[in-house]
Structures are given as C-alpha cells and as structure tokens.
C-alpha cells in the first residue's frame, strides 16, 4: 500500500529525489504480538541501498509480548494504537508518518536491499510521464469490496483464483508466479516436490474449468 503525501496550497511542489523537508519514504508496519519475526523485517529495512532516506513506523496494535521492545532496539519510531484491527494500526501510523511517500507492509515480510529503490525509481518514472492524481473511476477490488460482485465472482475469482490457486502455485515454485499471493518464505533451496506441482495443475484445471462455467452462466 502506498500513499503520496497532499500538499497545502501554500507548500512549495514536493521533491521526490530529496529528503530535504523530511524523509522520502516512510514505511509503516501495523504489528500484534510479532516478536517472533519482526526482527527480521526490520533487519531487511536497515539493509535497504536506497540513500534518500526513510523512517520505520511500528504501531503496536495491543501486543502483549516483546514486539515495541524489539521494534525500539532495531530503531523504528514505537506508535500505539489502541483500536484493534489493522486498518486503525495502518491509519495510526500513517498519520505519524513525515515521509513524503508512506509505505504500508507486514511485520512478517522480509525485502530484498533494492526494494526502496525500486519505489522510488516507480514514482520518478510516473512523475516524467506528468502530475501523480488519484483516479477514482479506477478502482482497485480489494479482498472486501470483490463482496459486492456476486456469489459466482466470489467463488472463481476470490476463492479459487486468488486463494488457492495462486497460494498453491506460488508454494509450489517458491516465487510469486501469480503476484496476489507472496512466496512463502524459505532460507534453503528445495526441489519442489511432485505433490506440489500436481495440486498447482489440478487447481489450474478447476479454477478455468469454473471460470468458463460461469461465463456460460452469465450468458444464459
């Protein structure tokens, strides 16, 4: 999830190649009781090659372990939100935010040293083309609004398509084949097993087999 910082009308236009009123990025990460991985997150975003500078927003939503400690020992900003649930967390923290861009993540996932950079190098190629707006005839169908569109939508597209096939693909090959659902996380290389990669195939078959079921439904 991203945001680009509104400017008051009186403000100078934003610099997004600087740090000179604040830092570029800040990342924000909604947390409950995360003690256990945390750690490596926030070691991926010390890592991070990108040079214009970022902030690390914790927001601890209740933890009742040692997540804030931990968070405060790898040098993130420690927030607390006290409205459970990670859209209150998310909005806690983004309003602590100085980061001209403020960036929402997971305090389970770990990124790579180029992954800053290659935000930045997004935004500066979407600023050539002209003004960065928001477009609202464009939405994006998040896991809550995809609700409204029907049962046979939900079933194929939510349930089948992003939930188990794209899971099950992505365990298989150990990369975000389909990018709705992250790789699942693993620091030895393994071959990917026959199970695997017959459950991928078979979940494949079914997931087109119901599409082109409920296209033929639609038009009837």
Do not use: K
Request: glycine share 8%.
């Amino acid at each position: 999830m991203l945001l680009v910082r509104r400017r008051r009308t009186s403000e100078a236009p934003c610099d997004l190649t600087t740090d000179a009123v604040g830092p570029r990025f800040s990342v924000v990460i909604p947390a409950f009781n995360e003690e256990r991985l945390i750690g490596d997150c926030l070691q991926s975003l010390a890592r991070q090659d990108f040079t214009g500078g970022h902030e690390v927003i914790v927001v601890d939503n209740n933890c009742t372990d040692d997540t804030a400690e931990i968070a405060r020992l790898y040098g993130a900003i420690v927030v607390r939100e006290e409205t459970p649930g990670v859209c209150a967390a998310r909005h806690r923290g983004t309003l602590t935010a100085r980061g001209q861009i403020v960036v929402s993540s997971d305090a389970d996932t770990v990124f790579g040293a180029g992954w800053l950079s290659r935000i930045a190098q997004t935004f500066r190629q979407l600023r050539s083309r002209g003004r960065i707006a928001f477009d609202r005839c464009n939405p994006t169908l998040t896991s809550a609004r995809r609700l409204t569109q029907g049962l046979a939508y939900n079933v194929v597209v939510s349930f089948l398509f992003y939930y188990v096939l794209a899971v099950t693909l992505n365990h298989a090959t150990g990369r975000a084949v389909i990018g709705t659902a992250p790789a699942f996380r693993n620091d030895r290389s393994r071959p990917v097993s026959r199970r695997y990669r017959l459950s991928g195939l078979g979940w494949l078959t079914v997931a087109a087999a119901a599409t082109a079921l409920t296209a033929r439904l639609m038009d009837n």
